[in-house]
């Protein structure tokens, strides 16, 4: 009997998206370059079927766009709410077997703003002033690194040497330094 762990992704899924043997073909700093370079290997029919784009280095970005008020909270939430009751009264006027009715939609927009409004400062409230500011987060990578399956690895290497032999050059004497550095912190 054997036992199964879960897994994040469905085995069909987890097939697509990583390599039996990957090697590294490549870094880049830009994902224009790194796509650029699979579109070069693919001009030249070498089977980019068994090529991987893997952004590496990854940080966080959060950009502050303003001061989160009380004011703000309820606006943000009465007018999140009345499209919402717009929405649910619309659907109901046009299901209505009494008709079309625009009171009808004007209440569910009214009760929608309300109930958005209250929503929004009980959870505004419930934060006690530890996040007063509004916020858009991105996740970026710095690195772009292009993988490929090891049995295509030196024909890909060769190839991207015609494309950039001064930055193929480069890539390979970081490979090599990226290869000693893991073998240090392994070794102690």
Do not use: N
């Amino acid at each position: 009997m054997s036992s199964t762990s879960p897994r994040p992704f469905p085995t069909v899924a987890r097939r697509g998206l990583s390599l039996g043997y990957p090697m590294s073909l490549g870094v880049y700093e830009r994902y224009e370059d790194a796509q650029q370079a699979v579109d070069f290997l693919s001009d030249r029919e070498f089977p980019v079927q068994d090529v991987l784009i893997v952004g590496t280095e990854l940080k966080q970005l959060e950009r502050v766009t303003g001061r989160l008020t009380r004011g703000r909270v309820l606006a943000g939430g009465a007018l999140s709410g009345a499209w919402l009751g717009f929405f649910v009264g619309l659907i109901f006027a046009l299901f209505d077997p009494r008709g079309f009715s625009v009171p009808q939609i004007l209440g569910t927009v009214v009760f929608g703003a309300l109930f958005g409004a209250i929503w929004a400062f009980v959870g505004y409230t419930a934060t006690r002033g530890q996040r007063d500011f509004t916020s858009v987060s991105q996740v970026v990578a710095t690195k772009y690194e292009v993988l490929c399956e090891h049995k295509h690895a030196a024909q890909g290497r060769q190839l991207l040497a015609e494309l950039d032999p001064v930055g193929a050059a480069q890539r390979a004497a970081q490979e090599e330094i990226r290869k000693a550095q893991e073998a240090e912190r392994k070794a102690q």
